[in-house]
C-alpha cells in the first residue's frame, strides 16, 4: 500500500498513529495515512509560529513572497496530473473533474503571487496639525485552515494563497477522508522553498482539530465544513478569542422561470447537482420550477439522469464516480427514506446499487407536496436533486429564501428586468443567471446564515488575512509641553 506523511516544520514525518485510506470505487484499503495527535498539532503550530515571528519568512518582502508563490503555483501546474490521479483514487471525485480543477487550481496560486505585493495600507489627511498619520496592512499570524474531503487541494488553496500573499503562516488539516492529494501538495511546498514551518500539513479527525481550533498561538481559523462542526469550531475560537472566516454548506435553489431555455438550463442543473457526486457546496439541490414548464423540464432531466455513465472513477468516460465514503452513502440513503416518509415522491434513483464501492445513482424527488422534509431542509451532500414548484415571481422568490441556508441560486430566464429583480432578492452569497456552478480566483465566494461568513476569493479573502495598525508620527521639533503647568 501507499504511504503518506505529514509536513511539519519543514521535514515529512508519520504521526502519531496511522489509518487506512479506503478507496471508494471499490471499498478496499489501498494507503496508509497518518494520523495527528494533539501533540503533532502543537509541534506544528509552534513552529508556524515561529516561523511566523523569526527567521528569513518575516524578513521576506512581499514580492518575494509573491515569487514563491508563482513557484508553487508552476509546481501545481506540472503536477496536476498526479494529483488529479490521488484525489480521484482517495476521493472517487471522477478524473474528469479532478485534472480540470487542479489544473485551475494552479490559477489561484497564480492570482495571489500577483497579490502579494499589492496589498496596501494608507495615509490618512488627519485633522490635527504636525501629525502624519498612517495603516499598515500586517499579516494576523498563525493561520488555521481546515478542509472538508471533496476538492481539498481547491479548498485549501483558496486559504493558502491569500494568507501566504498576506504574509500569515499556516497549518492546514486535511481531511480525514481522502487526504492524499494535500499530503502530496506539501511535497510541492517544499519543493517551492518555503522556509520550514511557514506551511505545514496534517491530517486528522475532531481530536486534531480540536487541538488545532483551541491553540493559543493560532490567530485566524479558516474553515470549511459543515455547520455543526462550524458551530464547534467557533466555541473553540472563544478560547483565545480567534478570528473565524466559515464556509459551510448550502441548500442552494436553481430556479427556472417558463421563459428560460430549457435545454441549457437543463445542462446547468444536471452538471449543478450530480457533479462530484452532488458532493459540492453550492450543488443546485433544490430545484424551483414554474409550474407551466414542469413537465417538460423533468422529463429532460429525467432522461439525463438515467442516461449518466457512472463506473470507475478514473476512467474518463464516466460521468458520476462513487461518494466519498460508506458513511456518506448511507446517510444519503437514510435522508431520501425521510423525505419519501414525509410525502416526497421518488422520480428517478434513490436506491444504492448491489456490489462494491460506495455508488449512489442520480436522483430526482418531487417535493410539492413535502415543504418540510428533509428533501427541502437539509443538506444532503450526494447526488439528490429536490423539485418544487412555483406559478408566480414572488413566489419563486419566497420559496428560494424559505432556507437557513444562503450559499448559491441560480436563476434561468430570458427577462432582463426580472433577472435584476430576482438578484436583488435572493439571499445569498452568490447569484448566477443563465449559468451556474462558475468559479474564479478573481470573485469572491461565500455566504449568509448557516452557509457561514467571511469571503474566499478575491482582494477581500487577502485582507481577511491581515490586521490594521494605525500608525501616528508627530512631525513637530517643539518639545511636548508639561500637561501640568497651568498655561
Ligand atoms: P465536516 O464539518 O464533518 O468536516 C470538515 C473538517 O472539519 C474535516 O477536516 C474534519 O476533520 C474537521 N473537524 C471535524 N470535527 C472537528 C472539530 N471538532 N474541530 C475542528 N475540526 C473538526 O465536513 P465534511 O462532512 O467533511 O464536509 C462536508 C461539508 O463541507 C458540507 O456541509 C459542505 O457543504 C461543506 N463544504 C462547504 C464548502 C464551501 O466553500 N462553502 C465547500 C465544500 C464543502
Not at 509541534?43 to 511566523?52: D, E, K, N, S
Request: proline fraction near 6%.
Amino acid at each position: 500500500m501507499d504511504r503518506f506523511q505529514h509536513y511539519i516544520d519543514g521535514v515529512f514525518e508519520d504521526g502519531a498513529a496511522s489509518f487506512d485510506s479506503l478507496d471508494p470505487a471499490t471499498g478496499a484499503p489501498w494507503a496508509v495515512m497518518p494520523m495527528a495527535s494533539a501533540g503533532d498539532v502543537d509541534r506544528a503550530v509552534l513552529a508556524a509560529h515561529r516561523a511566523f515571528t523569526s527567521g528569513a519568512w518575516p524578513a521576506m518582502t512581499a514580492t518575494a513572497r509573491g515569487k514563491l508563490l508563482h513557484r508553487l503555483a508552476d509546481l501545481v501546474q506540472a503536477a496536476a496530473p498526479r494529483l488529479a490521479a490521488l484525489e480521484t483514487r482517495d476521493t472517487g471525485k471522477i478524473i474528469r473533474e479532478t485534472s480540470a480543477q487542479i489544473a485551475y487550481v494552479a490559477e489561484y496560486y497564480r492570482y495571489y503571487a500577483g497579490l502579494a505585493d499589492k496589498i496596501e495600507g494608507a495615509h490618512l489627511p488627519i485633522d490635527k496639525p504636525d501629525m502624519e498619520v498612517w495603516l499598515r496592512r500586517e499579516p494576523v499570524g498563525v493561520v488555521a485552515a481546515i478542509v472538508p474531503w471533496n476538492s481539498q487541494l481547491f479548498l485549501s488553496a483558496v486559504k493558502i494563497g491569500p494568507a501566504l500573499a498576506a504574509g500569515c503562516t499556516l497549518v492546514v488539516k486535511a481531511s480525514e477522508d481522502g487526504p492524499a492529494p494535500l499530503l502530496e501538495f506539501a511535497r510541492l511546498v517544499d519543493q517551492a522553498g518555503f522556509p520550514p514551518g511557514v506551511v505545514n500539513i496534517l491530517t486528522g479527525g475532531p481530536e486534531a482539530g480540536r487541538a488545532l481550533t483551541t491553540h493559543p498561538q493560532v490567530a485566524h481559523i479558516a474553515f470549511t465544513g459543515g455547520p455543526d462542526t462550524a458551530r464547534h469550531i467557533v466555541r473553540a475560537s472563544a478560547e483565545n478569542l480567534a478570528k473565524t472566516s466559515l464556509e459551510l454548506g448550502g441548500k442552494s435553489p436553481f430556479i427556472v422561470f417558463d421563459d428560460a431555455d430549457l435545454d441549457s438550463a437543463a445542462n446547468a442543473q444536471v452538471s449543478g447537482i450530480f457533479a462530484a457526486t452532488g458532493q459540492s457546496c453550492v450543488a443546485g439541490s433544490r430545484l424551483l420550477v414554474q409550474a407551466s414548464v414542469k413537465d417538460a423540464f423533468l422529463a429532460r432531466l429525467k432522461a439525463k439522469a438515467e442516461g449518466v455513465a457512472i463506473g470507475a472513477p478514473g476512467d474518463m468516460a464516466t460521468e458520476v464516480g462513487p461518494l466519498c465514503t460508506l458513511r456518506q452513502r448511507d446517510r444519503i440513503a437514510d435522508l431520501i427514506a425521510r423525505s419519501l416518509a414525509a410525502g416526497a415522491r421518488l422520480v428517478t434513483g434513490g436506491v444504492a446499487p448491489e456490489g462494491q464501492g460506495f455508488y449512489f445513482p442520480p436522483t430526482i424527488l418531487d417535493c410539492s407536496d413535502a415543504p418540510d422534509a428533509p428533501c427541502l431542509r437539509e443538506e444532503f451532500f450526494g447526488p439528490v436533486l429536490s423539485v418544487v414548484t412555483f406559478d408566480t415571481e414572488a413566489e419563486a422568490l419566497a420559496k428560494a429564501n424559505d432556507t437557513e441556508f444562503g450559499l448559491a441560486s441560480g436563476v434561468f430566464t430570458q427577462s432582463l428586468t426580472r433577472a435584476h429583480r430576482m438578484i436583488r432578492g435572493i439571499r445569498a452569497g452568490i447569484v448566477w443567471v443563465n449559468t451556474y456552478r462558475a468559479v474564479s480566483p478573481i470573485a469572491p465566494f461565500g455566504g449568509h446564515g448557516l452557509s457561514g461568513h467571511g469571503r474566499e476569493g478575491g482582494l477581500a479573502a487577502a485582507l481577511d488575512y491581515t490586521t490594521v495598525k494605525t500608525v501616528w508620527l508627530r512631525t513637530s521639533d517643539d518639545p511636548i509641553p508639561d500637561p501640568f503647568v497651568m498655561r
